[in-house]
């Protein structure tokens, strides 16, 4: 049996880390604060089609291969908040403490 966590792509957005933007245009773009959580492109598109009713989300990459990134919430705690997947986000972000 694998200790592979099938609800991981499912996270709640409570559960996931806070991170603050390194710079000014990462900021801009995403928030100076965001929810982030690693998840591959085949995770988010898991996530896509469970949850894109309940929560405003981006349209998943392609799934041809497997790759990481980050499942980001955008805009957190305002109207327009919204969801995607990023890969190498985390260059542009740094973990709250």
Request: glycine fraction near 6%; proline fraction near 4%.
């Amino acid at each position: 049996m694998s200790g592979y966590d099938f609800n991981r792509p499912i996270i709640s957005i409570e559960s996931m880390g806070k991170y603050i933007a390194k710079d000014k245009q990462t900021a801009k773009q995403f928030g100076k604060v965001v929810k982030a959580t690693d998840l591959t492109n085949v995770e988010f598109k898991t996530r896509f089609s469970r949850l894109y009713e309940d929560q405003r989300m981006r349209n998943p990459p392609s799934c041809g291969r497997f790759f990481p990134g980050f499942l980001v919430v955008r805009n957190l705690g305002c109207k327009n908040q919204c969801i995607s997947f990023r890969v190498e986000f985390r260059k542009k972000i740094k973990k709250k403490l």
